[in-house]
């Protein structure tokens, strides 16, 4: 890879645990990782390229800790717009069945696309799905050829002969398969060395998608091999129905009981926690995902970050979540969102910009047990973005230019470098032809859309106006 120097960087903030914010600063980057990081003028080694950053903000790259990547071809889907959780899978379901293997891979490489853009240099795919030809290995391979950090969270569901489950058949895996499949991937892709670019996670995805045979055995698989494990909980009042009923607990409770708690496992959403199930997390070590823009969209509830934080003891980051469910991939808006959503339940100062910054860097770092992540320092993997701040939406927002990335509206990053490679210059995609891939993109969606109404039966993406003078009810 060679050398590069960033210089002339007007505003630096490291993320260190001295949080310095350094003013006409310089990184020195060698091969993946940072050398060295000073202010004022260069004089070290000469670097193979320099890059003048005058005007940039420069921090270290976030941290996207839950997503489902084949997601990408159902965003603004009709039937999807106005329903909470179940009624959302419902119709989901008849779209599931249709995907392929090519379907995936352009999803993989727009939901990729997206997050680097956004300022996304990790991130989690909580790849759940696997049925016609689709194969795990195709949104690795995809994840490698387009430069970002990725951590594959094998995905499951499952049910037993004579489960009463809703689960649909054709999702349901077999268990020694997943099992089996989990062990291949670790064996084949997961880099537990300083700075692996591509590492895997066991997920089975939810309480009511999966047999306790498959919660137990995969995380004694999983903690054989030293992976963390990952999967929905608490998500939706939905959910928290479904375990009441089914087990007479909550869904914490039931979690722990099947031994999926610890400093090793993190869930995603925890918007339904009461207190009992926050001393668990807290007291386990267990991580969350705050997912803002989907639990906004599903109406499921609020992840009570802020209150939590300021009690202690709790490891907590941001995701997308997936885009039939978010419409969007952008981790940095998802970062804005998740302050205003703070903000509008518990106070105007209950989250700071600063706040929202280290929960989506330090936090997702924290959460997937990572150190080699999440500051500029010397040693440390070179996974750095860059904002130009000299644009119309931060015109007179000068002040505080780390604020700024948080408060104003950041359409996208201007550099996205991630393990030493540069990904995103100019605000553009290296190596992408993006009109090309968003035509491709729409075509799969098309012809999924098609199929899925064909073989099902269903219609599902007429758009429906709904009125609001006079205003109409949702009918289901």
Known sequence: MGTLLLENIDTLATFNEQRHVLKNAWIFIKDSQIEAVGTGKYRGEEADRRMNLDGYVVLPGLVNLHHHFYQALLKNIPSLQDVS???????????????????????????????????????????????????????????????IRFHLARGSHSKEKGDDSTLPDFLADDVDEVLADTERLIKTYHQADYGGMVRIANAPSTLFGVSDRLWIESIELARKYGISSHTHMAEAPDEERFV??????????????LGWVGPDVWYAHATMLDEREKAIIQRTGTGICNCPNSNMYTAAKVCEVAPMLKAGGFKIGIGVDGSAANNSSHLLRETRNALLMQRAFFGADAMSPSQALEIAILGGAQVLQRQDIGVIAPGKAADIIGVDFEKLSFAGGIHDPVAGLVLCEVDRVDLSIVNGRICVENGELIGVDTLSLVRRANQHARNLMHRTEKNSNVSISAPVWRRAYPYDEMKD
């Open 85 to 147: 959780l179940f009624r959302w899978l419902h119709d989901m379901h008849y779209l599931m069945r249709e995907f392929r293997d090519e379907d995936l891979e352009i999803a993989s490489r727009i939901s990729i696309s997206e997050l680097l853009l956004s300022g996304c240099t990790t991130t989690v795919n909580h790849s759940y799905l696997r049925v016609n030809d689709m194969r795990h290995d195709t949104e690795i391979r995809v994840a490698q050829e387009m430069g």
């Open 244 to 257: 009441l009923e089914r087990y007479g607990k909550r869904s914490v409770e039931r979690a722990e009981e």
